[in-house]
DNA sequence: GTTGACCTTGCCGCAGCGTCAACGTTTCTA
DNA sequence: TAGAAACGTTGACGCTGCGGCAAGGTCAAC
């Protein structure tokens, strides 16, 4: 046989076949006088076995293994191995089919948010937000949109357990009667203050009513948490009066938590 | 923010960071006096999406694509798109693991044959042969490894829908009684025409033999089959007796299925 | 001053082949 | 009998999503 007459009879490509004899898996048989491998029935076979075991999923080094030790006991391990490995994907697919589930659900409602895909529970509380700025006038303040894109850059951030706490809080607190049409009050206070100095006037009572929206446990542990990098890069494009709004607010809302 | 940072601060990698900007995915951010690169939030928050995406099983191209159309329609038909593909390996893997699972039956019973993963079907077939041959005295004929290497091949060459009646047919043949000594008395009477020549007169018999055991249906279209490179290829490493015996049990049993 | 932890660009490697390229051989057809 | 189509040969690059290394430059701390 040619190299295309066995390819065809196994059913793979020819340059799986040249494939394998580069790997060292498949012998290379004899040449005619042109050049041509020659293949006989044995390589077919051998050839099948190696196509039952790529089909099942095992790496070429594997099959490799399977077919150099005859033993007989370690092609349990690695069918073990195997199956687990399989097993693990098939959970993995599964989350992230639920996931996407949800996302599906969402997307097709068209109710995609432009900060892409997030957890069901901030999904919720963004439709919260929807809502609220729909029974509102004019259009949703920039503001908004910022606060969602920084929930969702923080979800991703935040390791799992502290998350769903977080999460739970966030809930909570849109939940409040009256919340929701503060927190938009503010949104729209800190959009009037996009080109004001640090000392407008307008910035104590607007940082007031933030911080009278922050439960206690989203407030990092100190005010002192945004004063590094982390602080400057935090308020790369805000205004010094909405920086300002911000850490006032943070610092009254840390004081009523020390009390 | 350094590349560092951002990279710990999104959960990623520096090196992926960089392979991003690379792709084109995320834009390079200004450059420090010392070159290094200086990371904004906005940048934080177009990582996290990144790796959401990512995570949901994106590629990055397609990530590209759902971030940059802000239409919100494509990115339905890609999640779609997505979903069907994840259903398909989902059910690619459940079918590969329940063959692994009956090959793991077999491997941990001992029963794992030398030809490596067949299926059910064959492997009942390979089973009872070994019931047959441990009751017989003596080792098995060599020509019951070899038939068994040949069915192994047979299995994965011919098409699934002519493979299950052709199946059906050999176990048929199998369940026949006293099928399976006679089988074997046949593959040791091949064993014994290892070296002799086409014109042994232990030929004729054992085709006879042969041709007693072969279901019509099996049998090729005409003997004309095995003439060309498929009869020489076929016929490598018999001797010629075997050969002989072969055809001429072929021609035999064609010979019965016209009448 | 020197260590150690960063940063820079750039290139190789991975699995399992697909897909040219550039060329020789065989076989079918006009 | 010539030419085209369909085979074969070796060799090399491409794909995905980065990891890892090399050979440096930079910065803060001891």
Known sequence: ?????????VGITTRAV????????????????????????????????????????????????????????EIVDVLEELDADLARQQEEIGARRERLGVLLGQARAGRM????????GLAELFGDMARASAALPG????????????LALL??????????RLLGSLREMARAPGAMERAYEVYAALDALADAAADDVRVEETARALA???????????????????GTVFFADFSAAQAAVVRRALRIAHERGAR
Chains 1, 2 share one sequence.
């Open 1 to 9: 046989m040619r190299i295309g007459e066995i390819a065809g009879l």
């Open 18 to 73: 040249r494939h394998y004899h580069h790997l060292g898996l498949l012998p290379e048989p004899r040449r005619r006088a042109n050049g041509y491998r020659d293949y006989t029935l044995r390589d077919a076979v051998l050839l099948a076995r190696i196509r039952r075991l790529t089909e099942l999923g095992l790496g070429l080094d594997e099959v490799r293994d399977v077919l150099a030790d005859d033993a007989g006991r």
């Open 113 to 120: 948010p432009a900060e892409g895909p997030v957890s069901p």
């Open 139 to 150: 259009p949703e303040p920039a503001m908004a949109a910022r606060d969602r894109e920084m």
């Open 155 to 164: 979800e991703t951030v935040v390791p799992e357990a502290e998350r769903d």
């Open 212 to 230: 009278g929206l922050l439960p206690d446990d989203v407030v990092p542990d100190g005010p002192g948490d945004l004063d590094g990098w982390s």
